[in-house]
């Protein structure tokens, strides 16, 4: 079956189960995500964020979705991104346990989804998503460790999800988690700051 039969659950979960090495790269998971790789990727670089992750996965992920981001700005129709970075590889056991919690809410999300809010589909509207989407990465970047990430994770996700299954609701629901995720990191970069300043 092609990938753009695939529902995103199941895209996931094969990219899990994949036993060939104890790594996998992200040229693999770009590859697996076939017609639909800009939403898909979202989703897929957002879901490791949405669970306590060491460092530099989120900022591995965060790097990634700026760069698929800014490419949404600029209408670019397939996503383009370094080698070097193509060849930067996640732990399986790491997108196994992602898997292993995200999928059976993605199937939740997917059985309630449907085409919704055209409106969402407009070029203007992809470039606002896209200015967003980049403000998300880069708070990803410098969210606070293990668990700082989770919200914008969840919100990255949900818009991720929302672009596939074309869902303006879930959208603008992915859009407003991510910015309560945002005013969380920036509310950390000031406190680091703050306390910087004070110990100086």
């Known amino acids: 079956m092609s990938a753009a039969a695939l529902k995103t659950s199941e895209i996931l979960a094969g990219l899990a189960a ?30 490791p964020n949405c669970l306590p992750m060491p460092p530099p996965i989120p900022l591995i992920c965060g790097i990634l979705l700026a760069l698929v981001a800014v490419q949404i700005l600029t209408g670019r129709p ?6 070097r970075l193509l060849d930067r590889s996640l732990a399986r056991k790491d997108v196994e346990r992602a898997a292993a919690r995200a999928v059976p809410w993605l199937q939740k999300l997917e059985r309630v989804a449907r085409p ?22 880069l708070a990803l970047v410098f969210a606070a460790p293990i668990i700082g990430q989770i919200p914008l994770g969840l919100g990255i996700a949900l818009v991720g999800l929302g672009l596939v299954e074309r869902d303006g609701y879930v959208v603008i629901g992915g ?13 950390f970069i000031v406190a680091l700051v703050a306390g910087a300043e004070a110990m100086l």
């Open 116 to 137: 919704r809010f055209g409106i969402l589909a407009s070029d203007r509207a992809m470039r606002l998503i896209g200015i967003a989407l980049l403000a998300f990465s």
């Open 175 to 187: 859009l407003i988690v991510g910015s309560i995720g945002t005013s969380l990191s920036l509310g």
């Open 18 to 47: 994949r036993q060939h090495a104890d790594r996998i790269t992200v040229r693999e998971v770009v590859s697996a995500l076939g017609e639909r790789a800009y939403s898909l990727l979202i989703v897929v670089l957002a879901l």
């Open 78 to 83: 397939q996503p383009w991104l370094p080698q």
